[in-house]
């Protein structure tokens, strides 16, 4: 019975049929099969192979007997022809999912009803569009954007009961399309003149305020106000009628000022102010002269008096439920403004502005005498302010320098008043003072003293006097445990006018060569200083100081040695006044922080680094050598420092030796890095010798890079280097190694060759050549030692180095095989692989891999 009637028989099981179409089972024997009548066992069938292409025919094992349980499926005689099932999904099974999920998770009918609205706003659009629906005048278009704003605004109204956050939301955008329809009427298309816009500005702005009232929604009074005050903006022809636009903000201040009066929103009191004096100073700059002050002056005063009186509204409305609470923008910067802009307004003239000052107090007397029983904190603060103005009219008439000193020295009398009695008044005031020191100090800079000395004249003294107050403050802030924060601040305050009192000096009195070197010594100075200060005191700010200063020292050295010699001159003088100091200041921070420990000793040992390295680059140049020894000599100091970093790290420890083991894995890491990148730099480094001739390996350079590579070797085996490092220790060296050697190859033939040192010299059979042996070598050499000491991973990499050396020859040397070199390439290759297969077999396999499949 041929094959087919097997197949088609209908007593025949389906795992019968699929046994014998997928071969995976043999064909079943009589005991397996139901048949009737009943058949002997059936035997191979002649034809059967040649259908299925096999080789040979097989054998056929008897198959199990049929017990009645369930028949296996129809598939589970082609599993082996199934592929192993995915670890997980791929890229189109995971957006499938993405997709999926988007739409059955969530507000489902929300996306679903947004694609569908946004597939037919668009086809609406561009059908309309092509229609030419949209090529009706402009003044219609703006008429149909103005009545549907006005249809918003109306049912926004409407709803203002029901929905209330709605209404609030639709009358805001609204009244902001009406707004801008306007602006577009006007600026855009010029369909309407300035006067008419300017007015609809107005109506819309009063609109919005008295919605904002009625309703008592402070965002729509902060839409009307922003809208009212950008109007002349927006609306602007360029006039230049200053009359007009204040008086226009005028009108909107009293605005302001009336719904102060029966509302405590101090965010609008905020808006108004500043950009009533934001835009009145834009204009005073760019278009005010001294003709302008009497038509300009009283306007200063109005907006004065009307936030002035702002405030005193805010804080009468709160005052029963919230007496203490004071709108202190306002109250202090309204007069510090007001003030400011008057002085400019004055030009200068003292005399005018010394009565402004004095009038200004009286005002504020005047209040405080008033308020300070009902109102106790804003009596409080119009006393300040009235003792400030009094105080102010009287140095108008003295120098700014001579002042400013006077307010220093005050301020910190009544910042160390105010922690003495625990009120705040006083301390502000204090700090007050010291800001208004600094500024008239800033204000007489460009007053020069005639036959002024170093460190004694006027500006080296003021400035530290501000200086020493700005401390004083800091150090009183620090000893009550008052606001730390704040404390920081003045203390950084102080130290930049300690440090800007020198520089200034320096610039005026020491000649260009010598500035740094000064510069560097007043930094040591102040290191040592600071540090005497944590010793006593112990605080965090000044340990971090020391560490900070040091650091600063790192690029002040590095300028000195490029441009000139670190140990020479008042250079040298300078390094030395550190070494001293630089020691006493890290002995200070013995009991300090760790972190500040750590800063300081680093930035110091850096810095001295960089100072030996520059030192011995300048060596070089002197003495006229070549490239080669200059990179070596500059990386020098720190391969020796490094050295002693590893082996001997007392040396460099003092006088922080209980506490170097904690950062030197830090230092050894950062140095490790400098190496690595002068080792980098060295790669594309001719290496010339002069004036030694050049020998490969033995030059300069070259013994550079192999020190410096068997120290990072070393570094790598220590304990403190990173556990990456440690763990890939020999991969790291063995492919330092390998470029090391590639490097040296190149140079060999550079100078040996007279190759010149640039891109042609790897299109060189001769440089092409050299590398092919080099690599072969190599290559040979690690398969030799890898197979006799069984170590696969070497004899492994080495195999794959052979491989590159063999594609090289392919793509590469194959074109230099028409002279000696390229052929010498080749030859060398084929002979050192043969070499090989007959030195170095694989090694066996670990045991933990097992045999091979």
């Known amino acids: 019975r041929d094959i087919e009637s097997r197949l088609e028989a209908p007593d025949a099981t389906a795992s019968t049929r699929a046994a014998i179409a997928t071969r995976a089972v043999p064909p079943p024997t009589s005991e397996g099969l139901d048949l009737r009548p009943p058949a002997p066992v059936p035997q191979p069938v002649p034809g059967v192979e040649e259908a299925f292409e096999l080789p040979e025919p097989m054998p056929a094992p008897p198959m199990p007997v049929d017990t009645g349980g369930p028949e296996p499926e129809p598939m589970a005689a082609q599993v082996a022809w199934q592929d192993s099932a995915p670890t997980g999904p791929d890229f189109g099974e995971r957006i499938v999912g993405w997709i999926k999920a988007w739409f059955t998770e969530g507000n489902v009918p929300v996306k679903v009803g947004m694609l569908v609205l946004f597939a037919g706003v668009a086809a609406l659009l561009k059908y309309a569009a092509d229609e030419g629906w949209f090529t009706f005048p402009i003044e219609f278009r703006l008429i ?4 549907a704003a006005v249809a918003a ?27 801008l329809t306007v602006f577009a009427a006007f600026r855009l298309y010029h369909l309407l003149p300035a006067l008419p816009a300017f007015a609809l500005m107005i109506v819309l702005v009063a609109g919005v305020c008295l919605l ?27 006039s230049g009628n200053h009359v007009a636009l204040f008086s226009y903000y005028a009108v909107l201040n009293v605005a302001v000022f009336a719904i102060a009066w029966t509302r405590a ?14 835009i009145g100073t834009l204009w005073g700059v760019l278009k005010y002269n001294h003709a302008l002050f009497d038509s300009t002056e009283p306007f200063l005063v109005l907006f004065f008096v009307l936030y002035l009186a702002i405030p005193v509204l805010y804080a009468l409305r709160l005052g029963r439920e919230r007496p203490d609470v004071v709108d202190g923008t306002l109250v202090f910067g309204n007069p510090l403004v007001a003030f400011a802009l008057q002085a400019a307004l004055l030009d200068g ?49 003295l120098s700014a320098r001579t002042t400013g000193c006077l307010f220093a020295l005050e301020g910190a009398a009544l910042v160390w008043l105010g922690l003495r009695q625990q009120r705040r008044l006083p301390r502000w005031i204090g700090l007050l003072l010291q800001l208004l020191a600094a500024g008239a100090y800033v204000a007489a800079i460009g007053a020069r003293e005639v036959d002024a000395l170093p460190l004694a004249n006027g500006p080296f003294l003021g400035a530290m006097l501000i200086a020493g107050s700005a401390l004083a403050c800091a150090w009183l802030y620090q000893r009550a445990n008052r606001s730390a924060e704040l404390g920081l601040v003045l203390y950084i305050w102080g130290l930049a006018w300690w440090f800007g009192a020198w520089l200034v000096d320096i610039d005026r009195f020491v000649v260009a060569e010598e500035r740094l070197p000064a510069v560097l010594g007043v930094v040591a100075v102040s290191a040592w200083l600071v540090g005497e200060a944590e ?34 001159g008042w250079s040298g003088l300078a390094h030395v006044a550190l070494a001293v100091l630089g020691l006493r200041s890290l002995a200070c921070l013995r009991s300090s922080a760790d972190v500040a420990q750590t800063t300081a000793h680093l930035g110091w040992l850096w810095t001295w680094t960089l100072a030996f390295c520059l030192s011995l680059r300048e060596v070089a140049l002197r003495a006229e050598l070549d490239a080669g020894w200059l990179l070596a000599m500059i990386g020098l100091p720190l391969l020796l420092l490094h050295g002693l970093a590893l082996r001997k790290p007392n040396w460099i420890a003092h006088p922080l030796v209980d506490e170097f083991p904690r950062y030197r ?53 220590d304990p403190d280097a990173p556990a990456i490092i440690r763990g890939r220790r020999t991969a790291l060296f063995s492919a330092g190694g390998f470029i ?106 670990d045991s933990a891999q097992g045999a091979p499949a």
């Not at 103005?389 to 140095?395: E, G, V, W, Y």
């Open 144 to 147: 149909g954007v103005a009545l």
């Open 153 to 179: 605004l109306v049912f926004a109204w409407r709803q203002r009961d029901t929905r209330r956050a709605f209404s609030l939301s639709l009358q805001g955008g609204a009244i902001g399309i009406l707004l």
């Open 212 to 238: 904002a009232v009625l309703q008592d929604a402070l965002a729509l009074a902060v839409l009307g106000i922003v809208a009212g005050f950008a109007a002349p903006i927006l609306i602007s022809t360029g």
């Open 265 to 278: 929103w101090r965010v609008l009191n905020l808006i108004g102010f500043f950009f009533t004096y934001a």
């Open 349 to 397: 003239e003292r005399m005018p502005l010394a009565i402004s000052a004095l009038a200004l107090g009286v005002i504020y007397a005047v209040l405080a005498a008033a308020l300070i029983r009902r109102l106790r904190v804003l009596g409080e603060s119009f006393a300040v302010l009235a003792l400030g103005f009094s105080t102010l009219a009287i140095p108008l008439a």
């Open 535 to 568: 010793r006593l005191w112990q605080r965090r700010s000044l340990a971090f100081t020391v560490g900070v200063l040091f650091w600063v020292t790192l690029p002040i050295s590095a300028v000195i040695g490029v441009d000139g010699q670190v140990f020479a």
């Open 665 to 717: 894995p830090g230092l050894l890491l950062s140095q490790a890095l400098v190496l690595g990148f002068l080792l980098l730099l060295s790669l594309f480094n001719a290496g010339a010798s002069a004036p030694l001739a050049f020998l490969p390996l033995l030059n300069p350079l070259e013994l550079f890079q192999l020190a410096t590579l068997i120290v990072l070797a070393l570094w790598m085996r």
């Open 740 to 845: 090391l050697i590639t490097d040296a190859t190149l140079r060999a033939v550079h100078h040996l060759g007279g190759i010149a040192w640039d891109e042609r010299l790897l299109s060189s059979s001769l440089a092409q050549t050299s590398l092919a042996v080099v690599w072969s070598i190599l290559g040979v050499a690690g398969w030799v030692i890898g197979s006799r000491r069984g170590n696969r991973p070497l004899w492994l990499a080495s195999a794959v180095l052979m491989a590159v050396v063999l594609a090289k020859l392919l793509l590469i040397d194959r074109q230099h095989l028409g002279n000696l070199f390229g052929i010498a390439s080749f030859i060398a290759y084929g002979l050192l692989c043969t070499l090989v297969g007959y030195l170095a077999p694989a090694p066996p396999r």
